[in-house]
């Protein structure tokens, strides 16, 4: 069976950097910080008191009342990502089959501020009876962003949503890639959203050690792949991309800003959290990925990391990307989106998909930012290319994405130029 070409026709953003695809764009460009102290509760009895929130974000704006009652804060960051890149795309028309897209949507967590209100609303009120919202459940469960999209366009393709902590969007854009190249639609709707800025969400991360703590200076907290890095800062947000195959794309003249051609998995079969400290899942998932889209390492001219500014993630990670690429790895460019943007947990996926997508575009790689000289880690090979403090214009034929997530979850996708 001959496997159809799929390309990417449509993009959209809600993030701590923009709310629009355009405006983070630019900042990512930029090496803008998205990390501020934290609007959504009081932290003033936890570690960490700043994350990377989605700025001037009024549900209002994009919601009426009625609505917004029936959607988590993360689903409403999934259908305003959903609703730039459908009409980026031109795919919401009346010759589309709707029988023939669908959308494929994660979350890692889903609706945590929900579970959070509704417990917290039945023990204040237990005398009284139970008090649950009929909402609860449907505004929890972490795949009713792709149900919400579903049903707001009408698209009646393959409908679902992937769950694999911090890799869950980038699954669900390599399932969304499989679905297209064989044949069982014509585009999909993908990404992902996150909204775990809350009291259990930041203090649940706070109490394994694993954010950052430095409140005196939230801008500069995340610095991936330096030694004074001491933990990932939090983001939410939304990103979608749509996914169509090649013909159907260039049948009514879509824009096309690159092909998807290969997408890889694999576990690290090691910790709970930690990732194997010798990359061997990392290692594995990126070569499954290469495999898949018939590349090789000299290939790939960027590679958009997992960085997560984690003491033990970003060593393993160096390990891995020198042992797939050997010789090939001094002269990729190397960045963490991360610096920028906060870990997006289960949305970090889309966001890094779309940094790599616009990369290839526009022949730009954004940068990692934070690194002061001399703030060196000796487990760490500097002499490869992590693209400090400022975006570096390069031509990219082909980039490559890493995200690993809790339970050893690794996922990679790898995305080119598009040439007929």
Known sequence: MELKRVVVTGLGAITPVGNNVETTWESLINGLSGARPITLFDTSKFKTHFACEVKDFDQNVYFDRKEARKLDRYSQFAVIAAKEAIENSGLDNEATNRDRVGVVFSSGIGGIGTFEQEIGNYYQHENMGPRINPFFIPKMI????????????????????????????????????????????????????????????????????????????????SRPFSASRDGFVMGEGGVCLVLEEMEHALARNAKIYAEVVGGGASGDAYHLTASHPDGLGAMLVMRNALEDAQMTPADI?????????????????????????RENAYRLNIS??????????????????????????????????????????????????????????RIIRAALSNTFGFGGHNACIIVKKFIK
Not at 148 to 161: K, L, Q
Not at 203 to 208: C, D, E, H, Q
Not at 309 to 318: C, I, L, N
Not at 354 to 369: E, G, H, K, Q, R
Request: glycine share 10%.
């Open 336 to 393: 963490s989106t991360k610096s920028m943007t906060g870990h997006m947990l289960g949305a970090a996926g889309a966001i890094e998909a779309m940094a790599c997508i616009l990369s290839v575009y526009n022949d730009i790689v954004p940068p990692t930012i934070n690194h002061a000289t001399g703030d060196d880690d000796p487990e760490i090979d500097y002499k490869l290319n992590f693209t400090f403090n400022k975006a570096e214009k």
């Open 142 to 221: 972490s795949d009713i962003a792709a149900g919400h999209i579903s049903i707001i366009y009408g698209f009646r393709g393959p409908n679902f949503g992937t769950v694999s902590a911090c890799a869950s969007s980038t699954n669900s854009i390599v399932s969304a890639f499989d679905t297209i190249r064989l044949g069982k639609a014509d585009a999909i709707v993908t990404g992902g959203a996150e909204a775990a800025i809350t009291v259990s969400g930041v203090g649940g991360f706070n109490a394994m050690n694993a954010l950052s703590t430095r409140n005196d200076s939230p801008e500069t907290a």
């Open 301 to 325: 001219d960027y590679v958009n990391v997992h960085g997560t500014s984690t003491p033990v993630g970003d060593p393993s990670e160096v390990k891995a990307i020198k042992e797939v690429f």
